[in-house]
């Protein structure tokens, strides 16, 4: 029984990538700060698209501050092409990009219709003031023409 025991334990202390190849864990294992033990699915995912080598031999090459943001960049796109095999992030993007350019088309356009009511009605005295058009539809007298009216606190 005391030989199971430490078997649990050395199992529990391997990285989500030494697990799956089932090989000891060595300390200073490359994949152990990017693939922890609780999380196999994200080294399965990655692994799926890029290969354990191919992660192996980028985070080598790689400095040591950029690699936790590699491996997030790495899950993602993995995490992507699962959801959309052929276009993966880049169908994301594109979709992102066209929102921004709707967007950018409506801002222009209200900016536009903005400009022109600026330019057309500059100075131009309304016809009636908007307390007798109110009176009119409600029959309500609401003083909005006196400016030391107090309706509004």
Same mark, same amino acid.
């Given at each position: ?25 060595? @300390? ?56 959309? @095999? ?39 005295? @309304? ?27």
């Amino acid at each position: 029984m005391h030989r199971f025991h430490k078997l649990d334990k050395m199992t529990s202390t391997r990285c989500a990538v030494c697990k799956y190849f089932r090989r000891r864990c060595p @300390p200073d294992c490359i994949f152990a700060p990017y693939f922890p033990n609780d999380n196999p699915q994200r080294f399965t995912c990655v692994h799926r698209f890029y290969g354990a080598s191919n992660i192996g031999k980028m985070l080598e090459e790689m400095p040591v501050q950029l690699r936790a943001d590699a491996v997030e960049s790495l899950y993602y796109e993995a995490k992507c092409r699962i959801q959309d @095999p052929v276009y993966g992030c880049v169908g994301i993007i594109t979709s992102l990009h066209r929102q921004i350019q709707i967007a950018q088309s409506q801002l222009a356009k209200a900016q536009a219709e903005i400009s022109f009511l600026d330019a057309n009605f500059v100075g131009v005295e @309304p016809t009636s003031s908007l307390s007798e058009s109110l009176v009119q539809q409600n029959g309500v007298e609401h003083d909005l023409d006196d400016p030391f009216s107090t309706w509004f606190y």
